[in-house]
C-alpha cells in the first residue's frame, strides 16, 4: 500500500507534462480529436450552403479559433504520448449557393441553430474533461477550450436573436392565484 502510495506521489508530483496520461484523459482527447476533425469537415461543407455573410463569418470563427487549434493541440499532445491519431477527413471543396438546389440546401436558420448547439454540446464536453483530469496542463488546456467556445457561444445566440432565428420555447407563466 505504501509503496503504490509513493510511486503515485512521485508520478503525480512532478511537472506535469512528464507525468502520463490516465486511460480516460487519453480517451477524452482522442475522441475530441475525431469530433473536431468531423467538426471542421461538416463546417466547410455548411459553409457552401450559408447565404447569410454573418453566419458564414461565425462558422469561419469557429473554424479558425475552435476547431483547428484544437486539433492542432491534441495531435500535438497525443503524438507526445504515443497514441495514434484518428482518421482526418478530406477537406472540402467550395461550391456556389445557387448550385445548390432549393429543397437539398441547408436554410441558414437551421445551420446557425447547429453551430449554436454544437458550441453548447462543446462546453459540456470541455467541462467533463476537465473535472476527469489529474493533469493540470491537459484541465487548462480544456478551460482555454471552453473559455474560447464560451465566447463564440455568446456570438452565436446574439445572432440568433439579431436575426429572428431563435424559436424559445414556450414560456412558463405561473397562473395560480395564490
Known sequence: MFKLRGMLMGILSGNPKEEPMHYGEV?????????????????????????DEDLKKLIQDVLED??????EE????????GV?????????????????PAG??????????KVS???????VSCSTVMGQCI???IAMMYANFHAKKAQ????????????????????????TDC
Open 84 to 100: 495514434g491519431q484518428p482518421p482526418t477527413p478530406p477537406e472540402r471543396p467550395e461550391a456556389c449557393l445557387e448550385n445548390i
Open 135 to 137: 493533469r493540470e496542463d
Open 27 to 51: 480517451y477524452a482527447t482522442w475522441v475530441h480529436l475525431s469530433a473536431a476533425k468531423a467538426c471542421v469537415a461538416s463546417y466547410e461543407t455548411l459553409i457552401n450552403h450559408t447565404g
Open 66 to 71: 475552435t476547431c483547428k487549434p484544437e486539433i
Open 117 to 123: 448547439g454544437d458550441l453548447a454540446a462543446g462546453l
Open 152 to 175: 463564440l457561444a455568446g456570438k452565436a445566440l446574439r445572432l440568433l436573436k439579431d436575426k429572428g432565428w431563435l424559436i424559445p420555447p414556450p414560456l412558463h407563466i405561473d397562473k
Open 74 to 81: 491534441i495531435e500535438t499532445l497525443l503524438k507526445d504520448h
Open 104 to 113: 437539398a440546401r441547408f436554410l441558414d436558420q437551421e445551420i446557425a441553430i
